[in-house]
């Protein structure tokens, strides 16, 4: 039997998330709710249906899993602990300073409810996550670096998005190239938040709006910009549509570190991603995590979880035997 998938919000996530789906035989998108008008929402997936988000609890009896595509900013804080309620749920929260409070909310509203709430399922937080997890624990004495870009924020493009003014923007992360190799070279820098990356942002102002105060919440704004040198272009809609029609993204997790009784011999753990699509590959991390969060609700399980309390063959759809044999 399939595991029934639910998108909540259509946007740039919502649409990777159907894809995603498409690629996995064992998942079917059952349906789609959005804050737009349902008929105007035009989806892939000919036997899904589109529905009102306001329609969606009385629609949970067609869902085993609802993916949660919405912002970190404003949407998921609310979000996930109220859907948690009646969907085991999945979400890409990315807040990293905000995810413990996060965390404690969909588990206390999880348990209640009796399902399982993954969150802030992605490449960062995520695949990232657990590759720090991994090196640190393998590497013990020794340094992280974390390198995002060059690339296109989803979280804060939307944040920027939310301001009174702005009609539509995207937001470039961009690794410090002299930081970055001096990691690499292993000489383990001291490296502030401002010394790892800069943030350039392409501002479409609506018709009339203070530019002047719409870039000063931007380089001010907590969680987001005010630790990192940021840059602000106001240009058209045109120019936006033309020149950043893209969602690229990527980066470098790194880890130096020494091993020997003496430290006497030096190790670098890279891993990294290049990605043509920021959202259509966290939309795959998300459709694997589903897989996740169904078994562990049959199982009995509820509360939250992120990747790091998921064993990664439960997002396989192989049985043990077949994912030892291939892949061990």
Same mark, same amino acid.
């Given at each position: 039997?399939?595991i029934?998938?639910?998108i !909540?919000?259509?946007?740039n996530?919502?649409?990777?998330v159907?894809c995603?789906?498409?690629?996995?035989?064992d998942?079917e998108l059952t349906?789609?709710f959005t804050?737009?008008d349902p008929?105007k929402?035009?989806?892939l997936?000919q036997?899904?249906?589109?529905?009102?988000?306001?329609e969606a609890?009385e &629609?949970k009896d067609?869902? #085993?899993?609802l993916?949660?595509c919405?912002?970190s900013a404003?949407?998921l804080?609310?979000m996930?602990?109220?859907?948690? &309620?009646?969907?085991?749920?999945?979400?890409?929260?990315?807040t990293h300073?905000k995810?413990?409070e996060h965390?404690a909310?969909?588990?206390s509203?999880?348990?209640?409810s009796?399902h399982?709430?993954?969150?802030?399922?992605? $490449?960062d937080?995520? !695949?990232?996550?657990l590759n720090?997890?991994?090196?640190a624990?393998? @590497?013990?004495?020794? &340094?992280?670096y974390?390198? $995002?870009?060059k690339g296109?924020?989803?979280?804060?493009?939307?944040?920027i998005?939310?301001i009174?003014?702005?009609? #539509?923007?995207?937001?470039?992360t961009?690794?410090?190239?002299?930081?970055l190799?001096?990691v690499?070279?292993?000489?383990?820098?001291?490296?502030?938040?401002r010394?790892?990356?800069?943030?350039?942002?392409?501002v479409?102002?609506?018709d009339?709006? #203070?530019?002047?105060?719409?870039?000063?919440?931007? =380089?001010? !704004?907590?969680?987001?910009?005010?630790?990192y #040198?940021?840059?602000?272009?106001?240009?058209t809609?045109?120019? @936006?549509d033309?020149?950043?029609?893209?969602?690229?993204?990527?980066?470098?997790v790194i880890?130096?570190g020494k091993?020997g009784w003496?430290g006497?011999n030096?190790?670098?753990i890279?891993?990294s991603?290049?990605?043509?699509?920021?959202?259509e590959?966290?939309?795959c991390?998300l459709?694997?995590?589903?897989?996740?969060a169904?078994? @562990?609700? &049959?199982?009995?399980?509820t509360?939250?979880?992120t =990747?790091f309390d998921?064993?990664p063959a !439960? @997002?396989?759809?192989?049985?043990?035997e077949?994912?030892?044999a291939?892949?061990l």
């Amino acid at each position: 039997m399939s595991i029934r998938i639910g998108i !909540m919000g259509y946007g740039n996530l919502g649409r990777g998330v159907e894809c995603a789906v498409r690629q996995n035989p064992d998942l079917e998108l059952t349906a789609v709710f959005t804050r737009r008008d349902p008929s105007k929402v035009k989806i892939l997936t000919q036997t899904a249906q589109v529905f009102k988000a306001s329609e969606a609890i009385e &629609k949970k009896d067609l869902i #085993d899993v609802l993916i949660i595509c919405g912002g970190s900013a404003t949407d998921l804080p609310e979000m996930t602990p109220e859907y948690v &309620k009646y969907f085991n749920v999945i979400d890409s929260f990315d807040t990293h300073k905000k995810i413990p409070e996060h965390f404690a909310n969909v588990d206390s509203a999880a348990k209640e409810s009796g399902h399982i709430g993954i969150i802030s399922v992605g $490449w960062d937080p995520g !695949m990232f996550s657990l590759n720090r997890l991994y090196a640190a624990s393998i @590497l013990p004495e020794g &340094k992280d670096y974390t390198f $995002w870009g060059k690339g296109v924020s989803q979280g804060h493009s939307d944040a920027i998005r939310r301001i009174e003014g702005v009609r #539509d923007a995207r937001q470039y992360t961009i690794p410090v190239d002299s930081s970055l190799e001096a990691v690499r070279r292993g000489e383990d820098p001291e490296l502030t938040t401002r010394q790892k990356h800069t943030r350039e942002c392409f501002v479409v102002a609506e018709d009339g709006a #203070d530019k002047a105060k719409i870039e000063k919440e931007i =380089v001010t !704004m907590p969680y987001y910009f005010d630790e990192y #040198d940021t840059t602000v272009h106001f240009i058209t809609q045109e120019e @936006l549509d033309r020149d950043h029609k893209g969602i690229p993204h990527g980066g470098f997790v790194i880890r130096s570190g020494k091993t020997g009784w003496n430290g006497e011999n030096s190790h670098i753990i890279e891993y990294s991603l290049k990605l043509d699509s920021n959202p259509e590959f966290t939309s795959c991390v998300l459709a694997a995590y589903a897989r996740a969060a169904y078994r @562990l609700n &049959k199982e009995g399980q509820t509360g939250a979880r992120t =990747v790091f309390d998921i064993a990664p063959a !439960m @997002l396989s759809p192989l049985s043990g035997e077949e994912i030892r044999a291939r892949m061990l």
